[in-house]
């Protein structure tokens, strides 16, 4: 699942980002309310959190702007004004939740996976599966042909991104830019040993080989399991 993060605050927004990241979200970080409204608008998320005091254009006007557009994503504010009439404005625009700085990272997750439960994510897209592996999005478990198979969180990532784009090949710089966050750099090979890695634990006891190599144009997943 993807999430944007819309926050000018340097530490807050880096922390924020590396924490999701680790608890296995994509996640874009965007330090001005214009790049975050450009990003909102064009992009494809399953959740914003958001600012209110931006530098540029402040948080309220972004969530007008989206909504009244049509854009129904699940909207989280993250702010330090915590009066009752910010908090019922931010309600009666259309957000969904609302946290006051200073926060517990703990509750700011637990909102967060709340929020993708009930929001406009459909249930089916809870659960991901291709032949007998199945992905539980919410839970973070994985398992193939009944069997638990522990994951990293950056393992975690990966996997859905290539089940969400299953028969698609995935170029190393699309990988990197979405799993790690970077700049694909040809000179490093975190990308293969993390699927070979992935591959071991997916792929090696079962007949059926699910991650394949394109040889010059990156990894894929084929939902055959025949590529």
Do not use: C
């Not at 980002?17 to 874009?28: H, I, K, N, P, S």
């Not at 990272?105 to 809870?126: D, K, S």
């Amino acid at each position: 699942m993807k999430i944007l993060i819309v926050e000018d605050e340097a530490k807050i927004g880096e922390y924020l980002r590396q924490g999701l990241a680790e608890a296995g979200f994509v996640v874009d970080l965007a330090r001005s309310g214009l790049d975050g409204q450009h990003l909102a608008m064009t992009g494809s998320y399953d959740l914003l959190i958001l600012d209110v005091m931006l530098p540029d254009i402040d948080g309220w006007r972004i969530l007008q702007s989206l909504r009244e557009a049509g854009n129904k994503v699940p909207i989280l504010f993250l702010t330090a004004r915590d009066s009752v009439d910010d908090r019922v404005k931010g309600l009666e625009l259309g957000a969904d939740d609302y946290l006051v700085k200073p926060f517990a990272f703990a509750e700011l997750l637990a909102r967060v996976r709340t929020l993708l439960r009930r929001g406009t994510v459909p249930v089916m897209e809870t659960m991901i599966q291709v032949a007998d592996l199945e992905l539980d999005l919410m839970r973070r478990r994985v398992s193939r042909a009944g069997r638990r198979i522990p994951l990293t969180a950056k393992e975690f990532a990966l996997l859905e991104l290539l089940l969400r784009h299953r028969d698609e090949v995935l170029p190393r710089s699309l990988i990197a830019s979405q799993v790690w966050d970077m700049n694909f750099d040809s000179d490093t090979n975190v990308i293969d040993v993390a699927i070979r890695r992935l591959r071991a634990k997916i792929d090696d006891d079962f007949e059926h080989k699910l991650i394949h190599t394109v040889r010059g144009m990156g990894y894929m997943l084929d939902s055959s399991g025949e590529a």
